[in-house]
């Protein structure tokens, strides 16, 4: 008897997905996992990406329908969306935690500022220093900006709060 197919078991499954670009990051504590449902044996999911343009969204896309083919769903259908946009606060408290241990300063909340000035308040993965300097305001990735530790010396990333 084939095991009844739920939306927790998809996420368990989608878990194991990787962020191509940050190895360390499910797509689901990415928070880029926006929906999912199960209508039968039909499954769909959407992603929302972090940024429009993002170049790593076919990858994810793929990535997502690999695993789901290889756990048994036939044809599942995955759509980028747009239609709530993507929030830094969809980032799971384990994804924070990953991106420390990674080496990138997690967004702090977006609940706490209302510009672009947050940017310059970065604590340090690497020694938890506070203080730091925004360098530059973009990374190498648009999700990213460049901070300098002085407590450290060390360079580090922020993933950007939106």
């Known amino acids: 008897m084939k095991e009844r197919l739920t939306i927790s078991k998809i996420y368990s499954w989608l878990d194991e997905v990787k962020d191509p670009e940050i190895p360390v990051l499910s797509l689901v504590d990415l928070g880029v996992v926006t929906e999912v449902e199960i209508n039968g044996e039909q499954v769909r999911i959407e992603l929302t990406p972090t940024f429009t343009g993002c170049p790593a969204m076919d990858m994810m896309k793929s990535e997502v329908i690999e695993k789901l083919k290889n756990n ?8 980028i969306s747009f239609r709530v946009p993507w929030s830094s606060e969809f980032i799971s408290e384990k994804g924070k935690i990953a991106l420390k241990k990674f080496g990138l300063a997690p967004p702090p909340s977006n609940k706490l500022f209302t510009d672009l000035e947050i940017l310059g308040d970065a604590i340090c993965p690497r020694c938890s220093g506070s203080n730091t300097e925004l360098r530059n305001p973009f990374g190498p990735t648009l999700c990213r900006s460049i901070h300098f530790c002085y407590d450290c010396k060390e360079a580090f990333e922020q993933f950007k709060p939106l």
């Open 72 to 79: 048994g769903v036939a044809n599942p259908q995955v759509e």
